[in-house]
Each structure stands twice: as structure tokens, then as C-alpha cells.
């Protein structure tokens, strides 16, 4: 981790905890700084804590202990419309399900991304379809996202949590979906925005993708891997 930069994120005895019956600690006391330009492949069994942890790293959930620092900004100071357009701006999500709008032509899916971060609606068709060319999709610009490929579909996933230059681009089993060939396509592209510079964290069971990252990080009953209990 570079000692000039600061991280990109900084989690500082974060926890969470699930309300019950019964009570359930999904995450304890959990240490965690990411620098940028690093590629952070999170481990771990079923159960572990990895989805919350993804969770709360895109500001789609809050700790209940603890304190979660993002790109210099102390998360807990946010009220909910400063915490949402923070994630709107700076943070893209990439899912094991693709979630792209069937209705919409592929352009149109990845036109959302600017449009909940409100690019002014000239600069969001431009910039949507100069993403895709660069992604190796742009010949399928017009066509509806249900007839796509489950690989050209998770990489038009790709060009919308981009197409808005976030700080952060997030990954939960990015390939969990897709056949060996178009899993090593994705994770090919990931590669090429990390070497870009983009700072990336994948949750994974995967132990081939889990290879392509700069640092692993296990997650085991709520901690990290390796942390004194």
C-alpha cells in the first residue's frame, strides 16, 4: 500500500449488527484500508460477511459500530441526501445478477448511470456509447439488453457502474453467472481498469479470480482473517 496516497477507503473498528430474534453480528470490529489503484479481492465462506462488508463500502448500508472513511470523508457526518449522492457519484456496483432493464436498449441501461449521478442529459448518450466502444460492446448499442449474452450483459453492467469515473467500483461474484470463457473476459476487463487505475474490490468464492487481485483480504465469522478477536 503506497505511504503518499491517501485510501481511498479507511474502515476503523466498523460492525454491524442485525437486529432480531435473534440478534445477528454480521460484521465485527472490522479494520480495513484500501489505497487507490488497488485491486482487493474479498474471501470467504457463505455467510461470512462478505456481501455486508460490500454493503457498507457502497454506502448502501450504515455501520452500527465503528467508522467508515471514504476518499477523506468521514461517512457518519452524512446526512441520507449527502449519503446518496455520494454513492450516486463516486462509488459504481457491479453485480452477480446483471440488473439491466430489458426494456431499455443497451445505450439506454448504461445512460442510467450518468443520469442518477444528473449529467445533463446532452453529455449522457455521448459518453454511454464511448464507454461501450471501449469495452468491446458498442456494435450492440441499440439492442435491447434481454438478447445479449450473459457475458456481453455483465460487461455492459461494467460500462454503467463507469460510464461516471467512480472512485470505487465494487464487484459481489461478478462472474458467479457466466460460463468459464465469458467469466475470463470480465475478469480480463478488470484487469485493464485496474492497470487504468481504477480502484477495485471484488467479493468472490472464486479462487481463480481471487488470483487476479493485487491483495486478498478473508472474511470469517463477521472478521477479517488473521485480526486478534
Do not use: W
Not at 500500500?1 to 430474534?21: N, T
Not at 470523508?73 to 446483471?98: C, E, K, N, P, Y
Not at 458467479?176 to 467469466?183: E, T
Request: with cysteine; glycine share 10%.
Amino acid at each position: 500500500m503506497s505511504d503518499q496516497a491517501a485510501p481511498v477507503i479507511a474502515l476503523r473498528g466498523v460492525g454491524r449488527c442485525h437486529a432480531g430474534p435473534p440478534t445477528v453480528d454480521a460484521l465485527i470490529d472490522v479494520d480495513l484500508e484500501v489505497a487507490p489503484g488497488e485491486l482487493v479481492a474479498v474471501t470467504g465462506p457463505s455467510g461470512a460477511g462478505k456481501s455486508t462488508l460490500l454493503q457498507i463500502l457502497g454506502l448502501l448500508d450504515r455501520p452500527t459500530d465503528g467508522s467508515y472513511t471514504f476518499e477523506g470523508i468521514d461517512t457518519r457526518m452524512l446526512d441520507g441526501r449527502r449519503h446518496a449522492a455520494l454513492r450516486a457519484t463516486r462509488i459504481g456496483f457491479v453485480f452477480q445478477s446483471f440488473h439491466l432493464l430489458p426494456h431499455l436498449d443497451v445505450v439506454g441501461n448504461v445512460e442510467l448511470g450518468l443520469l442518477y449521478a444528473g449529467c445533463a442529459r446532452r453529455h449522457r448518450r455521448e459518453r454511454a456509447l464511448a464507454v461501450l466502444d471501449d469495452l468491446g460492446v458498442g456494435e450492440v448499442g441499440s439492442a435491447p439488453a434481454a438478447v445479449l449474452s450473459g457475458g456481453e450483459q455483465q460487461r455492459v453492467a461494467i460500462a454503467r457502474a463507469i460510464v461516471r469515473e467512480p472512485a470505487l467500483l465494487l464487484c459481489d461474484e461478478p462472474t458467479g453467472n457466466l460460463d468459464q470463457r465469458s467469466g475470463a473476459r470480465v475478469l480480463d476487463l478488470l484487469d485493464q481498469l485496474n492497470e487504468r487505475g481504477a480502484t477495485i474490490v471484488i467479493a468472490t468464492h472464486d479462487p481463480d479470480v481471487a488470483a487476479r487481485a493485487t491483495r486478498c483480504v478473508q472474511v470469517r465469522d463477521g472478521r477479517i482473517a488473521g485480526a486478534p478477536s
